[in-house]
């Protein structure tokens, strides 16, 4: 039985004590031998850490006892090894990076995500609208894949828009030319695990996107509560296991 708990979560949150920040959650992460990253900007955190039961879920549970991320979303999947070599926690720009000026705090905070969230559908929910075709307004429904091409090519949701993006700053650009195809419909932004699908959703909502919605807790959310019902394939993922099943499971390509 796979005996190595992998984490995974996000949070937009407005944070200013980024050095001693860093230094706590190393020290944390560090003092029970975690691997993995943790990135830290202006704009929050975000995590893939890998270890021991019990000492993966012990730094969960320090960092909720921090008011900033207490109602941060940990997922949880198994491997048999650890799927990184080393442990980093570092200071960016951007915890997932736009390079767009609304996805920072100084610039245009209505579409800055620790400003406010883009409304979201659950994965139960999507599921459903993916069934009927259209969402519960009677909308013509289109899933935005706002990952990049090689993840595509891994597996996506059946007839998503895939944009064959090189990095995720090029989505803003991408949205320029195509979001002709958007108008008038439903759309929801995926991605692995919500992060860039969050910042996506708030960009269609700025551009015009009358409609826009992102996938609460990304293709891995939805894998934990709807299993691959409409998922073609698997889900690529930025460590060792590079793939997993939609039962969260180290996969083959």
């Known amino acids: 039985m796979p005996s190595i708990l992998n984490l995974a979560a996000y949070r937009f949150v407005a944070l200013t004590d980024l050095a001693a920040l860093r230094e706590r959650l190393l020290a944390a ?3 029970r031998a975690l691997l993995g990253t ?7 955190i975000n995590l893939f850490l890998a270890g021991a039961p019990a000492a993966a879920r012990g730094f969960v549970a320090e960092l909720h006892g921090d008011a ?17 070599r080393r442990l ?4 960016k720009r951007e915890i997932i990076r736009m390079n767009h000026p609304t996805a920072h705090p100084t610039a245009h905070p209505t579409a800055h995500p620790a400003k406010g969230r883009a409304p979201a559908v659950d994965a139960a929910t999507l599921s459903r609208w993916l069934d009927a075709g259209r969402c519960d307004a009677g909308r013509e429904l289109v899933l935005l894949d706002t990952r990049n091409g090689f993840e ?7 007839g998503a828009l895939d944009w064959r993006l090189g990095k995720f700053s090029d989505f803003p650009a991408a949205l320029e030319a195509g979001r002709a195809a958007l108008e008038g419909k439903t759309v929801v932004s995926y991605c692995t695990g919500g992060i860039r699908c969050e910042k996506a959703a708030l960009l269609l909502a700025e551009r ?3 409609h826009a919605l992102q996938l609460e807790g990304g293709i891995l959310g939805y894998f934990a509560a709807v299993g691959p019902r409409h998922f073609e ?18 996969a083959s390509t």
């Open 88 to 91: 980093q926690v570092k200071i």
């Open 29 to 31: 992460a560090s003092e």
């Open 208 to 210: 015009g996107v009358a």
């Open 152 to 158: 595509v090519d891994a597996g996506r949701f059946a």
């Open 38 to 44: 943790v990135l830290l900007a202006a704009e929050g």
């Open 233 to 250: 394939g698997e889900c690529f993922v930025f460590d060792e296991r590079r793939v997993v099943d939609a039962a969260l499971r180290p």
């Open 68 to 84: 900033r991320f207490a109602a941060m979303t940990v997922k949880e999947s198994w491997s048999a090894a650890p799927p990184f």
